[in-house]
């Protein structure tokens, strides 16, 4: 009995860590939005500081998922996206010197791959979280979107900032998406 009750426990402690995450990763992408939105007419410096700090945050908050959600080796997906971004932040700085167009073409193999990291991940959850549909739907699209990306960043015109606000405010959405739908879950389960 206590065992089940300890697992019970566990999963619930999971599943409010996870809408937590959820929130939180809605939450930054629409400050990162709005500020590169906000900001697409400013220097160099601050765009690339915007292009910098959306990859290395979403290793940073892939590394604490994985960690937060039974530890990195049980969360080989989530790992693997951290190292990934982490990478993609390197590749980013290295592409600045190079232009947008190169900036780009990071981001689009970087959502490509990314993307698919995610949707294993969401397909991993599912049964034990929920609510995993809108990640699933993100992991695709950010799969697509990243071939978008590639095909735009061989294009001859320069792309702005702008180009990969789309992106992630569709990120921003799926996330709070998944974040509501487990907060109407839990209520409904309350009242049963």
Known sequence: MTNTVDATR??????????????????FSIAWVGAATGLADSGA???G??????PAWDAIANLVDAQRSGGIRRNPTQTLNAAVSALTTVAVAVALSQGMNAVLGVFGAWAAFSGVLQLA???RRWRSHGAQWP????GIQSAVAGGMFLVQAGAPEVPRI???????????????????????????????
């Open 49 to 54: 500081a915007l292009l910098l700090i959306y």
């Open 45 to 47: 410096v601050v765009l």
């Open 121 to 123: 991940t969401a397909v």
């Open 135 to 138: 990640m699933v739907l993100s």
């Open 10 to 27: 566990a999963t619930l402690g999971d599943s409010a860590w996870l809408k937590r995450y959820y929130f939180a990763r809605a939450g």
């Open 162 to 192: 702008t180009a990969i606000a789309p992106y992630a405010a569709f990120g921003a959405f799926y996330f709070l998406l998944s974040a509501v739908w487990m907060t109407v879950g839990e209520v409904r389960r309350r009242r049963g």
